[in-house]
């Protein structure tokens, strides 16, 4: 299908075609993601000015290794939105 962004349950069930539990993968991933994202915006809130009624996107893009290690390649502050990889 042109391109490697494959829906959660994809993946899941591709893991899980390898004999691994692709459910706790997943999780395993997911929270070192949500961990990353949150070292990112502690990294750089004092640079971010506060504006009540406002908010800011973050684009994140992350690598998974094939220990299931997850490595941030770059925060984007003004992230592509569209669906296209």
């Keep these: 299908e042109g391109g ?12 899980s ?3 691994e539990d ?7 991933i997911r929270a ?3 961990q990353v994202a ?3 915006m502690h990294s750089c809130q004092e640079m ?3 504006k009540p009624g ?13 220990d299931y290690n997850v490595w941030n390649l770059e925060c984007n502050i003004s992230p592509d939105l ?4």
């Design 22 to 28: 692709g459910e706790q993968v997943y999780d395993h």
């Design 82 to 85: 569209s669906k296209g990889t």
């Design 54 to 66: 406002c908010f800011e996107w973050f684009g994140l893009d992350f690598m998974v290794d094939e």
């Design 17 to 19: 075609a390898k004999g």
């Design 32 to 34: 070192q993601c949500q």
């Design 4 to 15: 490697m962004m494959w829906s959660v349950a994809t993946f899941i069930d591709h893991i």
């Design 38 to 40: 949150l070292y990112s």
């Design 48 to 50: 971010i000015d506060n």
